[in-house]
Nanobody
């Protein structure tokens, strides 16, 4: 089992920054992918960024250049640095982990049911 606990959400003005953290515990050696996804009010869940534990990361176009996903193996923590925040970034942000190899694209993975473990979510609110 893997446990994921997010933190770092909050309310900021447009243009501001936040850093989300996801503390990972449990059987972490089985994790292949980790990702951040979000659900905005009245919208479907969407992927934001992901990384392969062995290397490589991906950011969706809407956040590219503004958000950065990273990991600290020693601290067993996944991060999402969010800069130049916009009101449309307002959502609940979830950390997720997948323990199986996936042959599709990152966008396919984000839309799939392949993520085995989820955090409880952290609210990010960006005001104009």
């Amino acid at each position: 089992q893997v446990q994921l606990v997010e933190s770092g959400g909050g309310s900021v003005r447009a243009g501001g920054s936040l850093r989300l953290s996801c503390a990972v515990s449990g059987y972490t050696s089985g994790i292949v992918y980790m990702a951040w996804l979000r659900r905005a009010p009245g919208k479907e869940r969407e992927g934001v960024a992901g990384l392969l534990i062995s290397g490589g990361r991906y950011h969706v176009d809407s956040v590219k250049g503004r958000f950065t996903i990273s990991k600290d193996i020693t601290r067993k923590t996944l991060y999402l640095q969010m800069n130049s925040l916009k009101p449309e970034d307002t959502a609940i942000y979830y950390c997720a982990a997948c323990s199986a190899r996936y042959d599709g694209t990152w966008d396919d993975l984000f839309g799939s049911a392949e993520f085995d473990y989820w955090g409880q979510g952290t609210q990010v609110t960006v005001s104009s």
